[in-house]
């Protein structure tokens, strides 16, 4: 059964290589291929477990490992301020869980410092890919005492005629730790109540961390989450070491089956160096002499400085990413600027297709020249005792690799136009029950006339519309937009202005995917609006018909996302559209 279940991935995989897969069917798949998959484990762990596990050795009752208690918490010597240090050490995290988890962890420390009474002066977290960090300064040696009052039974029960105290006030005065004479009377609502005034006095700061400081680090959630082990915790990646430290004595502490102790892990090019820390302060330091630089901050400016001299080398200039830039400083310990090249043949590729690769698929700065790519990139590799020439050797041939591919796709698909990859479209399945790509296409088409008349448009602009709504998903169909997905429209306005279309239909085709996401730009032109209204109504309406739906924080399909974008079109271009009759305008072409 796993056997069959890897045929199905590798048939996807040679698909979709293909494009014979449409996008909105690719999601289905890939639930299809992860269920069956974890039914066949589950199948699997029952039939080993039926027949006793008989590959296993015996475990000798001997030899069954004891764990030991933690020990009891120490409070280091002083009266204070002292300073807490967590590391979080594990495996590989993703740029995105990376900046997610760092605003957990200071949110659930604070809190967690907060409710356990410990006042601080400064907070700090950072972070690697391997680690997360917490440095808190300022911590008092206990928590502050804490008045309580507790409010017990009315004065008339708790008091007989005498004004003795009866049974109901003595249990009370006992379940407070105090005596009857130490209750007093308050009225509350109108109403007197014996209460009992007590002060709760502070515990050591360590005994207070050693009970909060797993749950800081169990608050920790992620949008997609792993378990390893039998602890049955879940984590962007496993777990593998704990540093806790208050001053220079660890903190006790037991998560997901990994104990706290006072030794890091150093650069893993340089293999990982076991490091010992033997106070809070000395951290940064130690990490610093085990190649890890844990600012993010300065590792984005190193590699801000570093590029740019790299790139002035060779009269060049690193064009500002903001995003990308965090990504490789996140992707990096310490990070070691490498200068590559590139033939200057594959310059004759339109330039978004060269910045695709370099940034999306290889993550390396592309160096330009008033606005123009050069032959050259940089490269952020992890580690300064790299070999820079290896590495630059191998980075330089990826890309050679890259780009051969590129100029392939790119030479095949301008051997005809754009229209010509129009009826390929019928091999891309839109939606099982809402037919192929090019079926949609057909409805875009008839809806796009609609909404030209219902938007005012003149004659010419509605034939520019319909024009572009046939053409608008035809880049699918080009080999460069199956291997670059994430250049569909950009290509399709490149390969349409080729075939000689109208200016204004070439940039309906890339403007119709606009707005991506909340906060981007919004099509100029008429066409593109139109076209890219008639795209998401018929996303809306087809797949809500036939039963698809948003549930839960789950949007496989981006049904909000498309709901959203037509409200920003509209919003943002002031555009007075009836929606009832548009939608009903959609649903009539399914």
């Given amino acids: 059964a796993h056997d069959y279940v890897l045929k199905c991935s590798h048939a996807f995989n040679v698909l979709d290589a293909r494009g014979a897969v449409g996008v909105t069917e690719r999601a289905r798949f890939f639930v299809r291929m992860r269920d069956l998959a974890r039914r066949v484990a589950a199948l699997y762990v029952e039939q080993r ?54 605003d957990q962890l200071r949110q659930a420390l ?35 005492d804490e008045q309580r009052v507790a409010r017990g039974p009315a004065a008339s029960i708790a008091y007989d005629q005498e004004g003795q105290p009866t049974r109901a006030a003595q249990g009370f005065a006992r379940s407070q730790g105090l005596t009857p004479e130490d209750l007093e009377i308050r009225s509350f609502d109108g109403k007197d109540y014996v209460v009992a005034e007590r002060v709760e006095v502070g515990r050591p700061a360590s005994e207070v961390l050693a009970e909060r400081l797993p749950s800081v680090i169990g608050a920790l959630s992620f949008a997609r989450a792993m378990r390893w082990n039998a602890s049955g915790a879940a984590f962007s990646r496993p777990l593998r070491w704990y540093v806790a430290l208050l001053d220079d004595v660890v903190v006790p502490l037991e998560y997901a089956g990994v104990r706290s102790g006072r030794v890091s892990r150093g650069n893993r090019s ?13 951290y940064a330091a130690a990490l610093a002499d085990a190649g890890v630089m844990l600012d993010g901050a300065d590792r ?42 590139f033939s200057e043949e594959y310059l004759r590729l339109p330039d978004m297709v060269l ?13 330009l020249r008033d606005g123009r790519l050069l032959p050259y990139f940089v490269a952020v590799a992890n580690g300064a005792n790299l070999d820079a020439d290896a590495v630059r050797h191998g980075n330089e041939e ?60 003149a004659e010419g602009e509605r034939e520019e519309s319909v024009r572009a709504a046939g053409l608008a998903k035809s880049d699918l169909a080009t080999q460069m937009v199956v291997e670059l997905t994430s250049l569909q429209g950009q290509m399709g306005r490149h390969y349409a202005t080729l075939s000689g279309e109208d200016p204004a239909v070439a940039a309906a085709i890339e403007e119709h995917y606009l707005p991506r996401s909340a906060g981007d730009r919004l099509p ?67």
């Fill in 49 to 102: 477990e039926e027949l006793g596990y008989p590959f296993l050795p015996a475990p000798s009752p001997a030899a069954e490992p004891v764990t030991a208690p933690l020990p009891r918490p120490v409070q280091p010597a002083g009266d204070g301020p002292h300073t807490l240090l967590l590391e979080v050490g594990c495996e590989e995290l993703p740029v995105d869980d990376l900046g997610t988890a760092l």
């Fill in 110 to 144: 604070g809190e967690a410092l907060a409710e356990g009474r410990l006042a601080y002066e400064t907070l700090q977290v950072l972070s690697t890919p391997r680690r997360l960090v917490a440095l808190v300064r300022g911590l008092p040696a206990r928590q502050s």
């Fill in 270 to 282: 340089l293999g990982s160096p076991a490091v010992a820390v033997s106070r809070a302060e000395d």
């Fill in 300 to 341: 984005e400016e190193v590699i801000r400085r570093e590029a740019g001299r790299l790139a002035a080398e060779v009269e060049g200039e690193i064009a500002e990413d903001a995003d990308l830039l965090r990504e490789v400083a996140n992707l990096v310990e310490q990070p070691l600027l490498i200068r590559g090249a």
């Fill in 355 to 367: 910045l695709a690769v370099m940034r999306k698929h290889q993550r390396y700065l592309p160096v």
């Fill in 524 to 590: 100029e032109t008429m066409p593109g609006v139109v076209v890219g209204l008639a795209d998401r109504l018929d996303s809306l309406v087809g797949l809500f018909a036939v039963g698809v739906k948003p549930s839960g924080a789950a949007d496989p399909w981006g049904l909000r996302r498309a709901a959203l974008g037509l409200v920003q079109m509209l919003v943002g271009k002031v555009l007075s559209l009836a929606l009832p009759e548009a939608l009903a305008a959609a649903a009539e072409t399914l």
């Fill in 398 to 457: 990826v890309l050679r690799a890259r780009y051969a591919d590129a100029a392939f796709f790119y030479d095949a698909d301008v051997g005809k136009p754009l229209s010509a990859y129009t009826p390929a479209l019928a091999t891309l399945t839109f939606q099982e029950r809402l037919g192929s790509v090019l079926d949609k296409v057909g409805r875009l088409e008839r809806l796009a006339a609609e909404l030209g008349e219902m938007l005012g448009l």
